[in-house]
Antibody, heavy 125, light 108 residues
Framework: QVQLQESGPGLVKPSETLSLTCTVS????????WSWIRQSPGKGLEWIGH???????NHNPSLKSRVTISIDTSKNQFSLKLRSVTAADTAVYYC???????????????????WGQGTTVIVSS | DIQMTQSPSSLSASVGDRVTITCRAS??????LNWYQQKPGKAPKLLIY???SLQSGVPSRFSGSGSGTDFTLTITSLQPEDFATYYC??????????FGGGTKVEIK
């Protein structure tokens, strides 16, 4: 059974870079799409972006200029870097897995069927 | 971006009740609609994918319907473990994938 585990600092200073890693166990990272999602305190879910094993990534345009998602297939891990953080980036960050396929050259995704437990990141000095 | 609007934002119901949650997309998303359940302090759990397909292991009292812009999640005979927040999510147009604002199902 595939399991995902987020790891990284729980406290980041304003203007610095938030860095998280998601480790995939029980299965290969070499298929599926691997996403980052966050949830601010008491709020809903926000998709940050995803990456495929080829390194092809998509990001939420609202965050795109600050986000880098990378993948290391040799370690079965993918990572998130979010630059220039502010208090508004305080959230629980989740990693998740979903399927996807191209239909008429458009990427269509499946549901996110596997999630990590989430990790809380607080942005504060 | 495709906006997802859920209603109601919260509801109170009793064990055994039939509960219906609706989700409306700002444009057609065919059947690329997923439903999640989230309990406090836990990650979301996929219940329904492709609008009406039940995720493996999810009880059959959960069902989904709809296509285009209007979708419904129905829970027949609400159970104590079903009190949670439910989110819809479109997976048709990317980026970005977008979620609805959530519906909190509380005990009456």
């Amino acid at each position: 059974q595939v399991q995902l585990q987020e790891s990284g600092p729980g406290l980041v200073k304003p203007s610095e870079t938030l860095s998280l890693t998601c480790t995939v166990s029980g299965g290969s990272i070499s298929t599926y799409y691997w996403s980052w999602i966050r949830q601010s305190p008491g709020k809903g879910l926000e998709w940050i972006g995803h990456i495929y094993n080829t390194g092809s990534a998509n990001h939420n345009p609202s965050l795109k200029s600050r986000v880098t998602i990378s993948i290391d297939t040799s370690k079965n891990q993918f990572s998130l870097k979010l630059r220039s953080v502010t208090a508004a980036d305080t959230a629980v960050y989740y990693c998740a897995r979903s399927g996807g396929s191209y239909t008429r050259n458009q990427l269509r995704m499946g549901g996110m069927g596997v999630w990590g437990q989430g990790t809380t990141v607080i942005v504060s000095s | 971006d495709i906006q997802m609007t859920q209603s109601p934002s919260s509801l109170s119901a009793s064990v055994g009740d039939r509960v219906t949650i609706t989700c409306r997309a700002s444009q057609s998303i065919n059947s690329y609609l997923n439903w999640y359940q989230q309990k406090p302090g836990k990650a979301p759990k996929l219940l329904i994918y492709a609008a009406s397909s039940l995720q493996s292991g999810v009880p059959s009292r959960f069902s989904g319907s709809g296509s285009g812009t209007d979708f419904t999640l129905t829970i027949t005979s609400l159970q104590p473990e079903d009190f949670a927040t439910y989110y819809c999510q479109q997976s048709y147009s990317i980026p970005p994938l977008t979620f609805g604002g959530g519906t909190k199902v509380e005990i009456k």
